[in-house]
């Protein structure tokens, strides 16, 4: 459920902009495929670029299996890549749909986000990005309840966005509790084990329920 970040994406974008990138250039979905099993993590990396630039939302699965690639700049931008494809369509006005809900949901008009992300739903349901975006801005907009409805029709499409299981424990912990927003965040720590701020979060909730259960609350 975290929104995506920008930044993401401009460092996605520099690494492939460079003049001489760490990597050799491939040209086909085929070839890139390849590369992805390569042992050479240079020619992985090469395969987690190309589906950063061309991949659509259905080759999500190919990036999270590098997520935990023994390469931490392939698990890197493999973790870059991969909300770059999953808010990737196909559809060329779906697309616009979701960039302009992104737009106003980041200007703080979250009703606005709504309405635009539920086109999005409308055109594409499928699309468990579109699903994820608007748990979002109902999640920002203090609506829990509608977040979570909209969590799990990103799982039902998706069990592995680990920004969705992100969203979960977000969600319980605002609604105080804490088991339950301990398994989520775990759930998205399995499937991507990269996640610094949510590694922190499980410590933090697991010494809370430490002392709750020393104190017998």
């Known amino acids: 459920m975290p929104r995506f970040s920008a930044l993401l994406l401009a460092a996605l974008l520099a690494l492939t902009a460079s003049a001489e990138p760490p990597y ?3 040209m086909t979905r085929s070839a890139a495929l390849a ?3 390569d042992p050479d993590a240079r020619i992985r990396l090469a395969g987690v670029v190309y589906f950063g630039r061309n991949g659509l939302a259905a080759d999500g699965p190919l990036l ?4 935990s690639d023994e390469n931490p700049v ?3 931008v493999a973790g870059q890549a991969v909300w770059l494809v999953w808010g990737r369509s196909g559809d060329e006005e779906t697309d616009r749909l979701m960039e302009s809900g992104v737009a106003e949901m980041g200007a703080g ?3 606005r986000a709504v309405e635009f992300f539920s086109k999005v739903i409308g055109r594409k349901p499928d699309l468990a990005e579109g699903w994820n975006k608007r748990a979002t801005a109902w999640y920002l907009a203090g609506d829990m309840h509608k977040s979570l409805a909209d969590c799990d029709e990103v799982l039902k499409r998706n069990p592995q966005h680990f920004g ?3 969203g979960y424990g977000l969600i319980y912990l605002r609604l105080e509790e804490y088991g339950k927003a301990l398994e989520y965040f775990r759930r998205a720590l399995a499937v991507n084990p990269n996640l610094a701020s949510v590694q922190d979060i499980v410590r933090k909730i697991e010494e809370y329920l430490r002392e709750q259960r020393r104190r017998g609350i």
């Open 24 to 26: 050799p250039e491939i």
């Open 164 to 166: 969705a299981l992100s």
């Open 109 to 111: 008009r979250y009703s």
């Open 64 to 67: 999270v299996k590098r997520l």
């Open 35 to 37: 590369a992805l099993e």
């Open 74 to 76: 392939v698990r890197d």
